[in-house]
Structure formats: structure tokens, C-alpha cells
């Protein structure tokens, strides 16, 4: 593209918009020559495994992060859930068949209405 294209370009723009695309050229084109090593600091990439000439002891017991729960402790969680369990059970659903009984009234009792409703043209 010729120079004299990009000046009737960056005329044609509003000063907001030629602001904003040089900025954004500028900033492509610094993320172009940056490399990790430029971002971070030099003793924090890692270099590698380093060979000692031994094979590493897995057989060290690890320290725990922090104190272990006791015998006792854990018993006393176990029964202080099984509480909050048993008290956010639901109620016993009611009798299957007084139940539908007692929806097939409703659908009758409610399609009477609705067709009453319907015949007279009130809403």
C-alpha cells in the first residue's frame, strides 16, 4: 500500500479512532520482540532436573501439613452430620392414591369452571 493511501486513510478517521489504531500498533508491536525471558526475572525459570548421581529415598515419611484429626473427633463429625442429614430429609409423600383422587377433583372441578368461564366471554 502507498504512503499516500494511508495519509487519505488516517484523514478519512476521526482523531479518536487514528489515536486509538496508532496505540494499538504500537502495542502489537512491542508484544512482537518480547520473549519470556524479557518478562521474567532470571532465577525464577525453572532449569531443569539436576542429576545427583543417586536415585531419591521415597521411603521418608512426609510431615503433615497440619495437626490430624483423633479417633474421637472424627466420630463426633460423623454423628454431627448424620444430625444434619436426618433433619433435611423430606416429609413422607402422602398416599399415592388419595393423592390422585384428590387431583382428578381438582381437574374436574377446575374444567367446569374454565368452560364456564369460557362460554360466558368474560376473562
Given at each position: 500500500m502507498k504512503i499516500s493511501h494511508l495519509r487519505a486513510?488516517?484523514?478519512?478517521?476521526s482523531p479518536r479512532r487514528a489515536t486509538a489504531a496508532a496505540l494499538a500498533?504500537?502495542?502489537?508491536?512491542?508484544?512482537?520482540?518480547?520473549?519470556?525471558e524479557d518478562a521474567v526475572p532470571?532465577?525464577?525459570l525453572p532449569s531443569g532436573p539436576v542429576d545427583t548421581g543417586r536415585?531419591?529415598?521415597?521411603?521418608?515419611?512426609?510431615?503433615?501439613?497440619?495437626?490430624?484429626m483423633t479417633g474421637e473427633e472424627r466420630a463426633a463429625m460423623l454423628r454431627e452430620l448424620t444430625r444434619a442429614r436426618e433433619a433435611q430429609k423430606p416429609e413422607?409423600?402422602?398416599?399415592?392414591a388419595a393423592e390422585?383422587?384428590?387431583?382428578?377433583?381438582?381437574?374436574?372441578?377446575?374444567?367446569?369452571?374454565v368452560l364456564r368461564e369460557i362460554e360466558s366471554g368474560s376473562q
Open positions: 486513510m488516517v484523514e478519512m478517521m500498533a504500537a502495542m502489537l508491536s512491542s508484544c512482537a520482540s518480547a520473549t519470556i532470571q532465577g525464577a536415585y531419591p529415598n521415597l521411603n521418608i515419611p512426609r510431615p503433615a501439613a497440619t495437626e490430624q413422607e409423600p402422602p398416599n399415592a390422585e383422587a384428590r387431583l382428578r377433583r381438582l381437574a374436574e372441578s377446575h374444567g367446569e369452571e
